[in-house]
């Protein structure tokens, strides 16, 4: 906190503004596993909030090495931790940061997830059977080799949450997974 105090009036003063990205967090959904749960107990929200002009939510990782077998960021988990976050900010100070990603599952290596761009994981989920996961709101996709996706589409990233909750803006993580579309 106390690089921030220093850090943000001189940053103003050369014209300058600041943004700190955020670790996502919700009532019941905490960073896993419990050695790692200081990355998301640990930021004061409120006073990073009244410090910096931005908040950048990372609403993505719902699932990874450390919580296998899932979406990036399913519709409802994204929903959730910015309503979260919101309590300690205001919308105009919160950027929410979406995934241009989503993960590859092999079942004999759920610790070891492949992240793949959207584009790509659209591509590979069309030779793939779908199924829809009413508990994430997405479709699971079943791979002809055995492994599993989650279809998270371009269209279904949560830029509607801008316009509905008055946001700042939207980042990405990460350029470089994102398509034409």
Do not use: C
Request: net charge negative; charged share 30%.
């Amino acid at each position: 906190m106390a690089f921030v105090e220093e850090l943000t009036p001189l940053i103003h003063a050369g014209g300058g503004e600041v943004s700190i990205d955020i670790i996502p967090r919700t009532d019941d959904w905490v960073v896993t596993p419990d050695e790692l749960s200081f990355w998301s107990t640990a930021p004061r929200r409120r006073e990073l909030a009244d410090l910096a002009d931005y908040l950048v939510l990372m609403a993505y990782d719902e699932h990874n090495r450390f919580r296998p077998d899932g979406p990036v960021a399913s519709p409802q988990w994204v929903e959730e931790n910015l309503r979260y976050l919101l309590r300690f900010a205001d919308p105009h100070e919160i950027v929410i940061g979406l995934n241009f990603y989503g993960r590859i599952w092999d079942p004999d290596e759920l610790d070891k997830p492949r992240a793949v761009g959207l584009g790509s994981l659209v591509d590979l989920a069309a030779g793939g059977e779908a199924t829809f996961d009413p508990e994430t709101g997405l479709d699971r996709v079943e791979l002809s080799d055995s492994r599993h996706l989650w279809l998270e589409t371009p269209e279904g990233l949560r830029f509607d949450l801008i316009d509905e909750y008055g946001l700042a803006g939207w980042a990405a993580w990460r350029l470089g997974f994102d398509s034409s579309a």
